[in-house]
């Protein structure tokens, strides 16, 4: 567990399903899990600092939400245009595009790969954006985009609308923290980096 920017904590586990690393966040002053996977040593940290919420950046992004959500009685919540995908449970809560989650979350439009990916803008040292699917960080350092496989029948097309969104958030936002779900976030230079990659 380390605070990756002030008031923000990160967090990364082996994914059940994937076998792969992904990466989690927790915003202290609104008390927000950002898809929240279980950390290796226990809920104990989160004793002190109970979460209130579970944000979901896509409908994929679950992980250990519901085990989250049993331990601290907090709300899970995901974009509406993905609540098909928990018609069995658990219990998601829908949140749209322009929502916040006081202090200092605002839910963004993303799209692009999946109607409901949103990014999360989070008001937290010099700012931050939390991404799903629709931003990575590959193994050898760089950003990049999730294999052609999961991109549908026409990769190139969702690339392209993925670049344009990525335009879009620079600029329309303010922030120099790059939060990913998948790749390690970037505490500071993530405008420029995520500049010269869009």
């Known amino acids: 567990m380390e605070e990756i920017v002030p008031g923000v904590m990160h967090w990364s586990a082996v994914h059940p399903n994937t076998g792969l690393r992904a990466h989690s966040y927790f915003h202290i ?3 927000s899990l950002i898809d929240p996977i279980a950390p290796d040593e226990g809920f104990g940290w989160f004793e002190r600092h109970r979460p209130r919420r579970a944000l979901l950046t896509n409908r994929h992004h679950l992980r250990s939400a519901p085990e989250f959500a049993a331990a601290f009685g907090c709300t899970i919540h995901c974009h509406r245009a993905g ?17 916040t989650f006081e202090p200092g979350i605002t839910v963004l439009e993303f799209g692009a790969i999946t109607p ?11 700012g ?3 991404f799903a699917d629709g931003l990575i960080r590959r193994s050898d350092g760089t950003l990049g985009f ?26 329309e936002q303010e922030f120099d923290a790059l939060l990913l779900a998948h790749g390690k976030p970037r505490a500071s230079g993530g405008r420029a980096e995520l500049a010269r990659f869009a």
């Open 29 to 31: 002053a609104s008390t």
């Open 116 to 126: 409901e990916e949103v990014v999360l803008a989070i008001d937290a040292g010099p």
């Open 83 to 99: 609540l098909h995908e928990f018609d069995g449970g658990p219990d998601v809560q829908p949140m749209e595009p322009g929502d």
């Open 146 to 171: 999730v294999g052609d496989e999961l991109l549908g029948d026409d990769p190139e097309a969702v690339k392209r609308d993925l670049h344009a969104a990525l335009r879009r958030v620079l600029e």
């Open 128 to 130: 931050a954006l939390a």
